[in-house]
């Protein structure tokens, strides 16, 4: 069998989706080595690479919220700091910080208690620990 001439070569490859720049919707822009037949696998699945860190809660204060809890009912503890109802979630995450959703939670007697304003604490949503050098200040009294 001859070997296919240097034009062949060229159509074949163009065909393929290989050798030359590709500008629609491509993603590589350098052209291969002459003679490269280059064919995409059907079972690749293009890399996806994250540009930045994972998103962080933001402090929404340096105190904790002293709220009365109410047994059986339902509350979702923002855990992204950017909700204008602290200590609970308005549902601003969705929009600011889609990684990091409330924290749901039902108590199951009723009490007072400290929810964490900082959103670092190592025991959400309950002003309990954190972590050493920073956080909510100690608990005021009532």
Same mark, same amino acid.
């Given at each position: 069998?001859?070997?296919?001439?240097?034009?062949?070569?060229?159509t074949l490859m163009r065909a393929a989706?290989?050798?030359?720049?590709?500008?629609?919707?491509?993603? !590589?822009?350098?052209? #291969?080595?002459?003679?490269?037949?280059?064919?995409?696998?059907?079972?690749?699945?293009?890399?996806?690479?994250?540009?930045?860190?994972?998103?962080?809660?933001?402090?929404?204060?340096?105190?904790?919220?002293?709220?009365?809890?109410?047994?059986?009912?339902?509350?979702?503890?923002?855990?992204?700091?950017h909700s204008r109802s602290q200590p609970?979630? #308005?549902? @601003?995450?969705?929009?600011?910080?889609?990684?990091?959703?409330?924290?749901?939670? @039902?108590?199951?007697?009723?009490?007072?208690?400290?929810?964490?304003?900082?959103? !670092?604490?190592?025991?959400?949503?309950?002003?309990?620990?954190?972590p050493q050098g920073g956080g909510c200040?100690?608990?005021?009294?009532?």
């Amino acid at each position: 069998m001859l070997p296919p001439r240097p034009a062949a070569l060229v159509t074949l490859m163009r065909a393929a989706g290989g050798g030359g720049r590709r500008r629609a919707g491509g993603v !590589r822009r350098c052209r #291969d080595p002459p003679g490269v037949l280059h064919i995409p696998s059907v079972s690749s699945v293009p890399q996806v690479r994250r540009c930045s860190a994972p998103p962080q809660p933001v402090i929404a204060a340096k105190q904790p919220f002293p709220v009365e809890l109410k047994a059986g009912k339902k509350y979702a503890w923002c855990a992204c700091g950017h909700s204008r109802s602290q200590p609970f979630c #308005d549902g @601003t995450h969705k929009k600011v910080t889609p990684g990091i959703s409330p924290l749901r939670f @039902t108590p199951e007697e009723d009490k007072m208690a400290w929810l964490c304003g900082c959103k !670092r604490t190592r025991s959400p949503p309950l002003l309990r620990r954190h972590p050493q050098g920073g956080g909510c200040a100690e608990r005021p009294a009532l």
